[in-house]
RNA sequence: GCGGAAGUGGCGGAACUGGUAGACGCGCUGGACUUAGGAUCCAGUGGGGCAACCCGUCCGGGUUCGAGUCCCGGCUUUCGCACCA
């Protein structure tokens, strides 16, 4: 590697970025530069990054790479004018930090803030534009009160219950997890299997905000794989519940309701499934079949949901019942089997096994009758089947009665008619989207703010009682008992009921970490005030965040549930807007040796070596010219040297220019030189927005092949604006050029330079020639020369005219581009 | 299985609405300066051919004067979701 203290010792005036970028952090600490004016901004500008959960290990390349991405985002903004809030904090509750304080069996009330000094010092060091006056920590009291807050107004609005549900327990973790962190069965964190415990937990509506959540993202400026993911994550499907008539083992009357999304294929229902769990299931057991029922639940009931949801096999049991098809008239058998979920449509199903993989497995496992009541044009409707057939485009319903031959679209229609007109069935719509379910067994995160009395019930702590505080206890590691260990702290727990003074007990869960991160950006602006979650009128002027920008891993997860809480706030009154981010943009994925980085794998990148070795400003500049910052791409360190190589170049160039007295002032330039550097300008004020930081560079570093070769030394003029175009990639190196060329004031307050149009435009270009569309020469000619005289041009060369015979049939003429003469 | 994204030199990657494929960088080759260089600078660098030229953007078709880009079919990689009725 190269020494460039060593370097420096030999040449006075070399490049050396530790010492500059450690001079321009202390000037930025020292003169407030990127303190923001919250009260009085005139044109904010809200530039957010997601804020990060602070590992012990530290902030590693995959955090740095995103926050650069940010910082050149919000940098590139103050360039042209705004007022860049750029805020940094710290997602520090969790299973995360206490999972890893267990294992050093340390408290993480005492790990946390060290690992937060070290993030501070990565992040500073990493040259970002933060504004320190606003950071905040999802564990300070000061910020979890209104988190707490947050849980209330939920539940003063009805928005918040508490049910007793089979969730989703990781054995290991030894918590409840939501759906969301269940990854294939098995726990987001550990990937132990996650298995069904019945537990009284804490759940918010989310599900009632499905078809928002769903339409608003139609109107959302955000990277579209992100609104795919969320669109997939809410699950709309449309579709009819229909009403099967069932008679109970004790001959009463009764009706199963199912979801389906295929109404069309009534007539092929030949048997209906319900949930294990489906509150019918008790009644509709014949005796004959009781004991084989019961059998069959209590295995399903003992069985962990990763067996449940990845086996291949199917399982079930017949009830001994019978239903009726209410569009055939006839008797179908009733049958339990654990591949009907209960979380999901109506717990029950009607099997069509022709036209669904699950149910003719099913059917075939069990000889249950399969009929054919779609087919495709060109079948034979009463061909065997060897699978059952889901395609619909171009198919028509058979054996379906007075619908035959109907499209199923129209046989969709025309049948949920027919039935709706006897009460049978109506359209229905369905969301996978379930409840979030916000309560953890664990020790780390705040307290939810619940009193259990027994007169009153639960009741919410009053508000002027926030926050409840999490007590600091050194015996908080979870046990499997299902409930938190704060439930072992009497002392704790034991607290008067505010409703009716008697001895009450604090609800003894804490809160899921997706509830701090869920409205921590409308804290940031009012981070110090200390009555109100988040001030009106700051709310007003920052909100809602104008960009952000972070990791697809959450496109479900946080991003959907902070789009949630905002709605809910807005539509409490406290927001004037219902979205929170107008603008989202997901980075991608740094990943080594083509393998995602994980501390298991070893081949996780700390950048602080990297830091000390190239410089923050070359390591930031090689993060970000790796690949399209919204890919991401594989970090190998090998080619950081041509970023410090161009950083070097513009060292040198500016130091030569001011050395150059000479030339200062109006002195004329070359007109190539010129028109690049129009050119740059235009060029890297387009990609930045663009998030295309890679193109960017590789333009500055173009134009800088092109200053570097010219005749002469470069001059003020043609450096200056390099150094304002490099500022948000390398702000360091920036400054400390832009004083040397005489500037007191930062570069970030500089502005952004402007282009010439005139200048941008070449006058003599190379006009492509074609014959029959095969490259056969170039033209150096005027930009605005015409067909006719380009075809002359062209004719008369030797190379080109030969490969056409006879006089051209055709043509094709793109001014200032390409002739293509046909033959 | 469903959904998203993507397949371009030795490598990372450029190429806006179809219009000069391979910008920029790494690496490599040769040269200069040097006691030396893993520093710096200069030149070259998709493959084949002495050359004229020919061939080249995963594969096969198609549309077009012209296709990396558009259409149809297939293959591969990768990231989500996954018995969601």
Avoid at 398 to 417: L, P, Q, Y
Avoid at 480 to 508: F, I, N, Q
Wanted: proline share 6%; aromatic share 10%; charged share 25%.
């Amino acid at each position: 590697m190269n020494d460039p203290v060593n370097a420096n010792e030999e040449r006075p005036d070399e490049y050396d970025p530790q010492e500059v970028e450690g001079k321009w952090q202390k000037r930025w600490r020292d003169r407030g530069t990127n303190a923001v004016d919250i009260a009085g901004a005139s044109d904010p500008y809200y530039a957010l990054m997601m804020f990060p959960y602070p590992s012990a290990e530290g902030l590693h390349v995959g955090n740095l790479f995103a926050f650069v991405g940010n910082d050149i985002y919000g940098r590139f903004q103050r360039l042209q004018g705004h007022n860049v809030f750029e805020p940094f904090g710290y997602d520090a509750f969790g299973i995360h930090s206490e999972n890893y304080a267990l294992k050093l069996g340390k408290h993480p009330g005492k790990l946390i803030p060290e690992n937060i000094a070290n993030f501070r010092r990565q992040v500073e060091r990493s040259g970002l534009m933060i504004d320190w006056r606003h950071t905040l920590a999802t564990t300070d009291p000061e910020y979890y009160k209104w988190t707490q807050w947050v849980f209330l107004q939920l539940l003063k609005h009805g928005l918040a219950y508490r049910k007793q549900a089979a969730v989703n327990w990781c054995p290991s973790c030894k918590t409840v997890l939501a759906n969301e962190q269940v990854i294939g069965g098995r726990c987001e964190r550990c990937q132990t299997p996650v298995e069904q415990r019945l537990l009284e937990q804490w759940f918010f509506r989310i599900s009632d905000y499905a078809p928002r959540l769903l339409n608003n993202l139609d109107h959302l400026d955000w990277s579209e794989s992100t609104r795919t993911a969320q669109r997939n994550w809410i699950g709309r499907s449309e579709g009819a519940e229909i009403l099967f008539p069932a008679e109970a083992a004790d001959a009463g009357r009764e009706e199963i309701r199912v979801f389906t999304t295929r109404p069309d294929t009534i007539f092929g229902a030949t048997y209906l499934v319900l949930a294990p769990e489906h509150p019918l299931v008790q009644k509709l057991i014949t005796p004959a079949q009781r004991d084989a029922v019961e059998e069959y639940l209590e295995r399903t009931a003992k069985q962990d949901l990763i067996a449940r949801k990845t086996s291949t096999e199917k399982t079930g049991i017949f009830t001994g019942s019978y239903a009726v098809n209410p569009a055939t008239g006839l008797p179908i058998p009733v049958w339990i089997a654990d591949y009907v979920l209960m979380e999901y449509g109506t717990g029950a199903i009607m099997a069509v096994p022709g036209h669904d993989d699950r149910d003719f497995e099913f059917a075939m496992l069990f000889g249950l009758p399969i009929v054919r009541v779609v087919c495709a044009e060109g079948d034979d409707p009463e061909a065997d089947f060897s699978s059952a057939f889901t395609g619909s485009e171009g198919a028509r319903l058979v054996n379906s009665g007075r619908f035959n031959d109907m499209t199923v679209e129209a046989g969709k229609r025309a049948i949920v008619e027919m039935l709706a007109e006897k009460d049978a069935a109506k359209p229905a719509v369905n969301y996978r989207l379930h409840d979030w379910c916000i309560s953890r067994q664990r020790y780390w995160g705040p307290p939810i703010p619940i009193i259990y009395c027994d007169a009153c019930g639960a009741v919410p702590v009053p508000e002027k009682d926030l926050p409840v505080i999490l007590p600091y206890v050194e015996d908080f590691k979870p046990d499997d008992s299902g409930v938190s260990p704060l439930a072992r702290h009497e002392e704790w727990y034991r607290v008067a009921c505010p409703k009716c003074g008697a001895m009450g007990r604090r609800e003894t869960d804490v809160s899921d970490t997706f509830l701090d991160s869920a409205w921590y950006f409308l804290r940031y602006p009012s981070v110090g005030i200390d009555d109100v979650p988040f001030d009106p009128v700051l709310t007003r002027k920052w909100l809602p965040v104008d960009t952000y920008i972070g990791g697809n891993e959450h496109a479900v997860l946080h991003l959907l549930y902070s789009r949630f809480v905002t709605m809910v706030l807005h539509d409490m009154g406290h927001l004037d807007f219902e979205e929170p981010y107008v603008r989202f943009r997901a980075h991608g994925l740094i990943i080594r040796n083509g393998a995602k980085m994980s501390k298991s794998r070893g081949n996780v990148v700390i950048p602080d070596e990297y830091i000390a070795t190239w410089g923050a400003d070359a390591f930031r500049g090689y993060l970000m010219f790796l690949g399209p910052f919204e890919e991401g791409g594989d970090f190998r360190d090998a080619s950081i040297s041509g970023v410090k190589r161009f950083l070097d170049r513009l060292w040198s160039s500016v130091v030569t220019a001011v050395a150059d007295n000479s030339s200062s002032g109006s002195a004329e330039h070359s007109s190539e030189v010129m028109r690049k550097l129009h050119q740059t300008i235009k060029k890297v004020g387009e990609d930045i927005p663009r998030l295309s930081y890679n193109t960017a560079i590789a333009a500055m570093m173009e134009y800088m092949n092109v200053l570097r070769r010219g005749e002469r030394k470069p001059r003020r003029g043609e450096v200056a604006p390099v150094v304002q175009l490099v500022a948000p990639f390398a702000p360091h190196i920036a400054e400390e050029l832009w004083e040397r060329l005489g500037h007191s004031e930062s570069v970030f307050d500089a502005g952004w330079p402007s282009f010439d149009p005139a200048l941008v435009e070449e006058e003599k270009i190379e006009l492509a020639v074609q014959v029959n569309g095969k490259m056969r020469g170039r033209l150096n000619v005027r930009r605005d020369i015409g067909q006719d005289e380009a075809l002359a041009l062209a004719m008369a060369e030797g190379s080109i005219s030969k490969f056409v015979n006879g006089s051209p049939r055709k043509v094709v003429f793109v001014p200032g581009r390409l002739l293509n003469i046909v033959a």
